[in-house]
């Protein structure tokens, strides 16, 4: 059965001044609940416990949408061992004066209940809340004794809701709710940190600095210049690349001796100081991080990729020869693990450009159709042995869309070294584009990049990749207009990062939400606390 | 063959706490007094993906005169306890796919919930780096979790092996505790240990006190969630709700902790597959000798499973040579040799349960029924189908299952496996998933 494949519609990038009309479009906002990092980064920033408790959490959040990550017993009883770790350390011996920042009585307790509660659920405590947390501690301090409440107190704000999920209530009223100036601070401070609002960031929050659209803009800029939107970079870049690929990766030992699981880290390593060195040193620019002919090693990675480097552990910037290198696109990280045990494989590097790049669509395998890659050949190079991919009418349609974008890269073995010949015979790099805004024709990773890089509809895909890694949903209609306007600053700053980033929370999807239209619930049903076992 | 599980002085607990043995001897109490056979049989489901190569996994024979043929080979130690079961297709699989998904999504959201692949809030399928979608409901063994699973320590169990990435559109789960709620599994042995076997408080006078403030703690926690959820839409309540009920279990838990006096295994963990994955077997086959739980799941890989058998010499992975053509001769002796590989695993779970006394004249086996569960047909030639689907049941269900034979069901579907160990196991359902795909219990005496 040859699958059905309809032509798509040509591409149009979005027009703000087309999409952007009536009422404000926020799009849904599920609550979320703090990712391994933003727990660990919240407790270190608490009670400045750097255990990183949380990497031993049962979590499933790789790839992850808000909408699935819920709490499972398991799940429920590591948050317990996890704040009791944490409770325990803050309070033994002396390290409890430290904690509480005063000596222990009742009138020290309050103000840490108030200090720590409105760090932890990342808005000022309301009086409920510090009446409740007050008897608490005094039911604690009766019954078991000063610092078993006190411990108590970190365990429960640990677990509470206002803690573990960022909830988002929004001011107002209507249908659609700006979110309140700690909700905002929240959403940026995640977003750009990785971690909640420090305290410098609460002040500014309280002096009202997030109040305006403006404001919010300025704050997004001085926080890019924080060396810890370190962590925003290198956390989206890893996800658009899957760096996770890297690590177990195999190689044909007889084939590829020199590589190595050590390989495999420097890699990921490489990847990693050319972010950095692009979007924290750099000039923050989208087309550097797809065409510059140079990148980051030391002197093992480039030994590895026997091209002369650094004479040490650290790494530096190596030129590199722009007729094959381009950006991250070429670097081992990238084509290693788009490859097989022992050849590359044009397929996964194709779809990888043609799914992770140009955010189309690759059709499943139609079934009972032979697949049986052809067996390596020592008279015909990997593009020749795919070639039935391009006569045989029943994989044409699919390949054509993927498998030419992946000969781009055929100078880089399966082991992500640069390669002037495969097996002593010439290497064909070049293809053209199909079912695609770009038509025509490249010759190597270059050429294909430049021609990424001047292409709406990759432009586009970088800009929902962003999107995807701010929100943790994907897009949907409502969310036409954000997209555009941020898409629209994108272009208009020739795809300068920094920029799109400040766009993103300028939007109606980061500045607002949808109010809760159903939120008088019935009585819960299976789960209640009353229910019996 | 009987393990003689070795003890420590201390055992590493939850989140590394240092916990001595004395209170996990006092902790795992003698067990309840007995009662009828049903209410020690226990259920675990072996899921393992790509499906096998059907040329060597179906035997020779019907009835009791069947002999295994190379994939299940490793399997004959163990030939008098298994009930390989045939004539039974993954019907939900075939006639309400769902929304979505490819072949593989459809095969692992089946698996165990037989019901439709739901569209999430955003739709279904991979968006940039986000999946959307699930399966559509609670799968068996959360349901006989919930039915039966309130008086043990665990209402259940869940293990891994290197099934955390997510090769597919969907969640790449198995077990579900609703719509859109996948659970996941314990990734690494030593987090199974550390849940199953390490306590959940310290000795005698700290316990009591421990045990006071995660009281305390839970009653202010439960109130703040039941006040959230008041504030809440439906889906977010939905999710908080799933917190709602877990916060439950560990009160329950901590009421009542009580198991029944065991060998604890030593805590270890690996990175390798297989002994990572015979270690997980170990500590359910352990929990379930034990008592702390009555139904648990392992879930090898995920669906589409990237993991290359290289102690196999295999240079493709799993999922690569279940895309090999029918007739390709390298891709038939694969895929044989991982279904051997896997028959090999599910041997060394059997004889775990086989290796512990029940205390009524039997083992451990006799009284549990482990499934096994493939997500598709066939591992060779590039199908994702569900017609003749590989169902292994093993050990005597305390009666329920007659095993030593290969039978023909007929032509079922496989919800219908589910309604016979739901019957076996005292609940009154008559059906599963899409009620009207269902024919009733399969005589499996």
């Not at chain 1, 949808?514 to 619930?521: E, I, L």
Request: glycine residues 10%.
């Amino acid at each position: 059965m040859i699958p059905e494949v309809n032509e798509p519609e040509p591409f149009v990038p979005p027009e703000a001044e087309d999409v952007c009309e009536g009422d404000r479009s926020p799009g849904r906002a599920p609550l979320r609940r703090l990712t391994v990092d933003e727990y660990d980064q919240s407790v270190l920033q608490l009670l400045g416990d750097d255990s990183h408790p949380a990497q031993r959490l049962i979590d499933d959040e790789r790839d992850a949408s808000a909408d699935t990550r819920i709490v499972s017993a398991l799940l429920a009883e590591q948050y317990m061992a996890a704040a009791e770790e944490i409770s325990a350390r803050a309070t033994e011996g002396d390290e409890l004066a430290n904690t509480l920042g005063c000596e222990l009585n009742d009138d020290c307790v309050h103000d840490f209940i108030d200090r720590f509660t409105s760090r932890a659920f990342r808005r000022p405590i309301t009086e409920d809340e510090r009446n409740e947390l007050r008897d608490l501690y005094a039911m604690g301090k009766s019954e078991l004794s000063e610092r078993e409440g006190v411990m108590l107190l970190i365990e429960t704000v640990l677990q509470s809701p206002d803690f573990l999920y960022r909830v988002e209530r929004g001011v107002g009223s209507g249908e659609v709710l700006r979110l309140s100036d700690w909700e905002i601070a929240t959403r940026l401070s995640f977003f750009i940190f990785g971690s909640p609002p420090d305290e410098a960031l609460q002040d500014a929050t309280a002096g009202g600095a997030l109040s305006t659209d403006e404001g919010v803009a300025e704050m997004a800029a001085t926080m890019l210049e924080n060396p810890n939107a370190e962590r925003m970079m290198q956390g989206f870049f890893a996800k658009l690349l899957e760096l996770d690929h890297t690590e177990g990766l195999e190689k044909d030992p007889e084939l590829f001796p020199e590589f190595s699981p050590e390989v495999a880290a420097l890699f990921r390593a490489e990847t990693q100081a050319f972010v950095h060195e692009v979007m924290i040193e750099g000039d923050g620019s989208w087309e550097t991080l797809m065409t510059a002919p140079w990148s980051m090693m030391n002197r093992d990675l480039a030994e590895y990729y026997g091209v002369s480097g650094p004479s040490g552990d650290t790494f530096e910037r190596v030129d590199l020869d722009p007729n094959y290198h381009s950006g991250m696109l070429t670097q081992g990280s990238v084509l290693a693990p788009r490859a097989r045990f022992h050849e590359t494989s044009p397929i996964h590097r194709g779809m990888f450009v043609r799914g992770s790049l140009q955010c189309g669509s690759v059709p499943d395998v139609p079934e009972g159709l032979d697949t049986t890659p052809p067996d390596p050949d020592p008279n015909l190079t990997t593009r020749e042995r795919l070639a039935a991919h391009r006569s045989d009418p029943n994989c044409q349609d699919c390949h054509a869309r993927f498998d030419p974008l992946g000969f781009a890269f055929e100078h880089f073995d399966a082991a992500g070294v640069y390669r002037e010949t495969e097996q002593g015979l010439p290497i064909d790099a070049t293809g053209e584009f199909a079912h695609f805004d770009t038509e025509g024709e490249f010759d190597g990773a270059p050429d294909l990049a430049q021609q990424l890089v001047g292409s709406p509809q990759a432009q586009t895909c970088f800009v929902e990749h962003w999107f995807n890694y701010l929100h943790a949903r994907p897009l949907s209609e409502h969310d036409r207009c954000s997209l555009a306007r941020s898409y629209e600053r994108f272009r208009d700053s020739n795809f300068n990062v920094r920029e799109l980033i400040v766009s993103l929370v300028q939007t109606d999807a980061f500045l607002y939400r949808t109010a809760d239209q159903d939120r008088v619930p019935p009585e819960p049903t299976g789960s209640s606390s009353e229910e019996s076992e | 063959m009987k393990k003689k599980l070795s003890r420590r002085t201390f055992l590493r607990g939850a989140l590394g706490t240092a916990v001595s043995l004395p209170f996990l001897e006092a902790m795992l109490k003698p067990s309840r007094s007995v009662a009828q056979a049903v209410d020690h049989r226990k259920v675990i489901f072996f899921f393992t993906g790509c499906g096998p190569n059907p040329d060597t996994w179906w035997p020779d024979g019907t009835g009791a005169d069947f002999r295994l043929r190379a994939s299940l080979a490793p399997l004959e130690p163990m030939r008098d306890r298994l009930l390989l079961l045939d004539g039974i297709s993954m019907r939900t699989a075939i006639e309400r796919r769902g929304d979505g998904g490819n072949g593989h999504d459809v095969g692992t959201a089946h698996a165990l919930t037989a019901r439709p692949i739901v569209e999430g809030p955003d739709g279904v399928g991979r968006f940039g780096h986000l999946w959307d979608g699930t399966a559509g409901g609670i799968s068996i063994d959360q349901h006989m979790a919930n039915a039966i699973g309130g008086d043990s320590t665990f209402r259940s169990l869940e293990v891994g092996v290197r099934a955390e990435g997510i090769e597919q559109s969907l969640p790449s789960r198995i077990s579900y505790r609703g719509r859109g709620e996948p659970v996941v599994p314990l990734h690494s042995a030593g987090a199974t240990f550390d849940r199953v076997f390490a306590p959940l408080s310290t000795e005698g006078e700290a316990a009591a006190r421990l045990q006071r403030r995660r009281q305390m703690m839970l009653g202010s926690v439960q109130g703040s969630l039941s006040r959230l959820r008041r504030d809440l839409g439906s889906e977010d309540r939905r999710r908080v709700d799933a917190h709602v009920s877990a916060l439950h279990d560990i009160a329950g838990r901590l009421d009542s902790f009580e198991g029944r006096a065991c060998d604890i295994p030593d805590r270890s963990d690996s990175g390798d597959y297989r002994e990572l994955g015979e270690l997980q077997l170990d500590l359910v086959a352990r929990a379930m000798a034990c008592d702390l739980t009555r139904v648990a799941s392992i879930q090898w890989s995920t669906g589409q499973s990237g993991v290359r058998f290289s102690d196999l010499g295999h240079s493709n992975n799993h999922h690569s040579i279940s895309h090999k053509g029918i007739s390709d001769a390298a891709g038939q002796r694969e895929s044989t040799e991982i279904d051997a590989w896997y028959a090999t695993r599910f041997l060394h779970l059997l004889q775990a349960l086989d290796s512990v006394e029940n205390g009524r004249g039997g083992t451990v086996l006799d009284d549990t029924c482990v499934v096994w569960v493939n997500e598709q047909e066939r591992g060779i030639g590039n199908q994702h189908t569900w017609r003749r689907m590989p169902y292994i049941l093993a050990g005597g269900f305390g009666g329920a299952v007659r095993t030593g034979r290969h039978m023909d069901a007929g032509g079922r579907g496989h919800a219908d496996i589910f309604v016979s160990l739901m019957q076996g196991l005292g609940m009154p359902d008559t059906t599963f998933g899409e009620a009207d795909l269902c024919d009733g219990p399969i005589t499996l005496t």
